[in-house]
């Protein structure tokens, strides 16, 4: 059953300190969980509503942007590091190699011309709390040559295939601030096929 804004709880950060606001633990009745074949009773059911602060830190700008539009990835620009120019996506607060912080990076446009389907799983069943169309399409994604990761995400137009071409979707409409925000499609796709609230 959808909350009401009472059993609802929100946050706000002021003077650097989190302040929440409403409920954050819903109590429910439990139910006793008979054996109906001896009719004793085996345990009960112990239902659990709560809401859990999620932190974002340094990875704030990759969520926020996301609903604008833009895939931000970061880069080390350590001139020390080995692999100085390594660019991270997923996006990465710190180098791996020299433990500095990266620079964060705009990488909307070389996602829309370099983004292909490296791998891919077909999923037809899911764990609990999945809003995902089915079959789930999760794609790994590679980029040029100067992002050095593989980023997960999944196609919701168009058949995976290894090697074809992808192209970011954001949502733009009502964004949730998660990674939930972006998706892709096959290249080619026009604007009328993306899922309601998604632009490119
Ligand atoms: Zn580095």
């Given at each position: 059953m959808p909350k009401t804004e009472e059993e609802k709880g929100f946050v706000d950060v002021v003077n650097k300190r989190y302040k929440p606001k409403g409920t954050f633990h819903v109590i429910e009745a439990n139910q006793p969980i008979y054996?109906?074949?001896?009719?004793?009773l085996a345990g009960v059911t112990n239902p659990r509503d709560m809401t859990y602060i999620h932190s974002y830190g340094g990875e704030a700008i990759f969520f926020e942007s996301l609903g604008k539009g833009k895939l931000m990835a970061t880069r080390c620009d350590n001139e020390?590091?080995?692999?100085?120019g390594s660019v991270y996506e997923p996006f990465r607060?710190?180098?791996?190699?020299?433990l500095r912080k990266n620079t964060v990076i705009d990488i909307t446009e070389k996602a829309q011309k370099t983004a292909k389907i490296h791998s891919f799983i077909i999923t037809h069943r899911s764990g609990a709390f999945n809003t995902l169309p089915k079959p789930i399409k999760f794609i790994n994604i590679e980029f040029d040559e100067e992002v050095v990761t593989i980023l997960m995400s999944v196609l919701v137009v168009g058949e995976p295939e290894i090697g074809k071409k992808v192209v970011p979707i954001f949502?733009?409409?009502?964004?949730?601030?998660?990674?939930?925000?972006l998706m892709f499609v096959i290249e080619g796709t026009t604007i009328s096929e993306l899922p309601e609230g998604f632009t490119f």
């Amino acid at each position: 059953m959808p909350k009401t804004e009472e059993e609802k709880g929100f946050v706000d950060v002021v003077n650097k300190r989190y302040k929440p606001k409403g409920t954050f633990h819903v109590i429910e009745a439990n139910q006793p969980i008979y054996n109906k074949d001896t009719g004793k009773l085996a345990g009960v059911t112990n239902p659990r509503d709560m809401t859990y602060i999620h932190s974002y830190g340094g990875e704030a700008i990759f969520f926020e942007s996301l609903g604008k539009g833009k895939l931000m990835a970061t880069r080390c620009d350590n001139e020390k590091c080995e692999t100085k120019g390594s660019v991270y996506e997923p996006f990465r607060i710190f180098c791996p190699d020299c433990l500095r912080k990266n620079t964060v990076i705009d990488i909307t446009e070389k996602a829309q011309k370099t983004a292909k389907i490296h791998s891919f799983i077909i999923t037809h069943r899911s764990g609990a709390f999945n809003t995902l169309p089915k079959p789930i399409k999760f794609i790994n994604i590679e980029f040029d040559e100067e992002v050095v990761t593989i980023l997960m995400s999944v196609l919701v137009v168009g058949e995976p295939e290894i090697g074809k071409k992808v192209v970011p979707i954001f949502r733009t409409k009502n964004p949730t601030y998660t990674i939930m925000d972006l998706m892709f499609v096959i290249e080619g796709t026009t604007i009328s096929e993306l899922p309601e609230g998604f632009t490119f």
